[in-house]
């Protein structure tokens, strides 16, 4: 009914919501059709040559259908964007976002020479940035580099370094953080940090 209200904030709300609930049943081409509308009834724009922000939950989608290269490109191109009268802060806080979630599909792909690069740049950004949890996430990137380098043991920590809230940060740290110490056979802290996870809002990052 929302998706079809006179409204145009309810449709968008409604849209993105959508998205969520589909993604988290794992009915992702539906996700992914959803996100897509959710991104045209924002109709967001940014400057030529790059995605709007609206667009990170269809490059999310993309990523976990396994589309890696159309995903991260996705994620370089919001991360390329601005919004007419952005401060810097708030500049660096996007491209930080965004970069993030492009380290994430490039430890997939096992891009181990592109991750290093990115971890640096991510940790410049951070430092441009007021948000506290942007200051942090260089060190995720850092773990997801020690990964693919076969250190889990090296990982662990760099991981929990990333964490500015372990509930309402970025929770998919707490996804990669819980499989790599249940690897380690530390399945206790394992199972403590994902259930800190599952106590997020539901239409936050968990």
Not at 36 to 51: H, L
């Amino acid at each position: 009914g929302q998706l079809h209200s006179a409204d145009p904030d309810e449709r968008v709300e409604a849209s993105w919501m959508l998205a969520v609930v589909l993604r988290q049943q794992g009915r992702l081409e539906e996700a992914l059709v959803a996100a897509r509308r959710y991104r045209a009834t924002r109709g967001e724009q940014s400057r030529p040559g790059a995605a709007p922000t609206t667009a990170l939950l269809e490059a999310q989608v993309l990523f976990e259908q396994g589309a890696y290269r159309a995903a991260a490109a996705l994620f370089d191109s919001v991360a390329r964007g601005r919004v007419s009268g952005e401060d810097s802060s708030a500049v660096s806080r996007n491209r930080v976002w965004a970069l993030t979630h492009a380290a994430g599909v490039l430890a997939a792909q096992g891009d181990t020479t592109r991750l290093a690069g990115l971890a640096d740049t991510i940790r410049v950004l951070g430092r441009q940035s007021a948000f506290a949890r942007d200051q942090r996430l260089h060190y995720y990137v850092d773990g997801l580099l020690a990964l693919a380098r076969g250190r889990d043991g090296e990982a662990v920590p760099l991981f929990r370094r990333s964490i500015l809230s372990p509930n309402v940060g970025y929770t998919r740290v707490n996804l990669v953080l819980g499989r790599t110490l249940t690897r380690l056979g530390r399945p206790r802290e394992a199972v403590a940090i994902l259930q800190s996870a599952l106590r997020g809002m539901f239409e936050g990052s968990n």
